[in-house]
């Protein structure tokens, strides 16, 4: 059986971000909202989490499950996408405030990815 190509690319996603996490945790701890504890353990432990997600993706016994988890990882960390957006607003850097407003809508599709992983199937 063939992992769907935008599964494929999820885990992809979840893969290349999961590493720097891990790698480099201080390029996400500055996005991280301040009601969040502990912002480097949370980085770390959201690191962890995608490279489980990406690495459950990538089997048909596992997809349904890290399809599950895949979605809710993406929930979770939606308010830090948020956070850079609004922090970046800030910035003189015309750029970096389109970029983080216009990845926002991008969760959307990757969510869809995550619950056709989730559902087997080929809707989300």
Known sequence: MSIPTDVL????????SGTIHLVRPQVYEP???????????MVLGSGVAELACAAGLLHPRTRPAAGWAS????????P??????ADAQRSHNTALKVGTIARLP???????????????????
């Open 9 to 16: 690319g999820l885990a992809g996603i979840f893969a290349v």
């Open 31 to 41: 996005i991280v909202p301040k009601f969040v504890p502990a912002h480097r353990e």
């Open 71 to 78: 979605a809710a990882l993406l929930l979770a960390v939606y």
């Open 80 to 85: 830090a996408n948020f956070k850079m957006a």
């Open 106 to 124: 991008l969760q959307v599709p990757m969510i869809r990815w995550a619950l056709k992983a989730a559902r087997g199937t080929d809707r989300a």
